[in-house]
Nanobody
Framework: QVQLVQTGTGLVQAGGSLRLSCAASTRTFSSYTMGWFRQAPGKEREFVATITWGGARSFYADSVKGRFTISRDNAKNTVYLQMNSLNPEDTAVYYC??????????????????WGQGTQVTISS
């Protein structure tokens, strides 16, 4: 069982930046593909970004490409989501997730095995 604990939340003005962190409680963190998803009120959970187990490859939803960056530090068992140029459409609860699947890229929420508790991100206009 892997526990994912997210940190980093808040209210940010449009155009601002925010970094989310997600720490995993596993000695085999480098074996997991990590992803970030988000869910806005009344909408389905959607893919945001994913990074392969070694960190060599990352993939993004078109809506965040060029603005968000996913990264990981396997020595710290942590994955990050740096979010820049935020706009109100980015307002959502953000979730980190982990999967042992080696599919690349892995953009489907159903393929992820473990989930963080969720972090509210609110962007004001």
């Amino acid at each position: 069982q892997v526990q994912l604990v997210q940190t980093g939340t808040g209210l940010v003005q449009a155009g601002g930046s925010l970094r989310l962190s997600c720490a995993a409680s596993t000695r085999t963190f480098s074996s997991y593909t990590m992803g970030w998803f988000r869910q806005a009120p009344g909408k389905e959970r959607e893919f945001v970004a994913t990074i392969t187990w070694g960190g060599a490859r990352s993939f993004y939803a078109d809506s965040v490409k060029g603005r968000f960056t996913i990264s990981r530090d396997n020595a710290k068992n942590t994955v990050y989501l740096q979010m820049n140029s935020l706009n109100p459409e980015d307002t959502a609860v953000y979730y980190c997730a982990a999967t042992v699947s080696t599919k690349v890229p892995n953009t489907r929420a159903i393929d992820y095995d473990y989930w963080g508790q969720g972090t509210q991100v609110t962007i004001s206009s």
